[in-house]
T-cell receptor, first 114, second 116 residues
């Protein structure tokens, strides 16, 4: 069964520093992978998605992620953190057989220190 | 374009009481999803509709939960009776039919339910 694991429930970085949020997936077939962001008291917003095209995917707000099949990873990065990036980030894998649903990781809370 | 609308935003009830949540998806979106998000967890799918048909309700606790989407537009999720463990944020999302493999889901702000 497909699943995702997010390493680190909390990540704290300084403003201007590199942001790295880790996501590993488990899938017996090529997956579709997503990163969503959730700001306090709001719904989830799509940051970027991998759908078997380019392995380096660029998203909104300066975020990008690289699909690495050999490492079964889809880590999210941003070169320079901004205070407005403070939020909860969720990695998700799309089950494309059967139920065709998103399966989310447990989330990583990103804190930005001034 | 208006996003996914949910109401109420917050609900506090006592256990054993009924509660209902309402969702209006983005206009033209055929697919509607209800998710439950427990504190500190990612969302988990409860039910998915294609127009008015529930095509995946395998994770819906059918003894107390029910949902409907009578005209294929807005939807209602009901819990009767509520239990303490139902405290969570209930998220509604919608998407176009398109290619089901990767069509983007748009989420509403959610309803935060507290059961006392």
């Amino acid at each position: 069964a497909q699943s995702v694991t997010q390493l680190g429930s909390h990540v704290s970085v300084s403003e201007g520093a590199l942001v790295l949020l880790r996501c590993n997936y488990s899938s017996s077939v090529p997956p579709y992978l997503f990163w969503y962001v959730q700001y306090p008291n709001q719904g989830l917003q799509l940051l970027l998605k991998y759908t078997s095209a380019a392995t380096l995917v660029k998203g909104i707000n300066g975020f990008e992620a690289e699909f690495k099949k050999s490492e079964t990873s889809f880590h999210l990065t941003k070169p320079s953190a901004h205070m407005s990036d403070a939020a909860e980030y969720f990695c998700a894998v799309r089950i494309i057989q059967g139920a065709q649903k998103l399966v989310f990781g447990q989330g990583t809370r990103l804190t930005i220190n001034p | 374009e208006a996003g996914v609308v949910q109401s109420p935003r917050y609900k506090i009830i006592e256990k054993k009481q009924p509660v209902a949540f309402w969702c209006n998806p983005i206009s033209g979106h055929n697919t509607l999803y209800w998710y439950r998000q427990n504190l500190g967890q990612g969302p988990e799918l409860l039910i998915r509709y294609e127009n008015e048909e529930a095509v995946d309700d395998s994770q819906l606790p059918k003894d107390r939960f029910s949902a409907e989407r009578l005209k294929g537009v807005d939807s209602t999720l009901k819990i009767q009776p509520a239990e303490l463990g139902d405290s969570a944020v209930y998220l509604c999302a919608s998407s176009t039919r398109g290619n089901p493999s990767y069509n983007e889901q748009f989420f509403g702000p959610g309803t935060r339910l507290t059961v006392l």
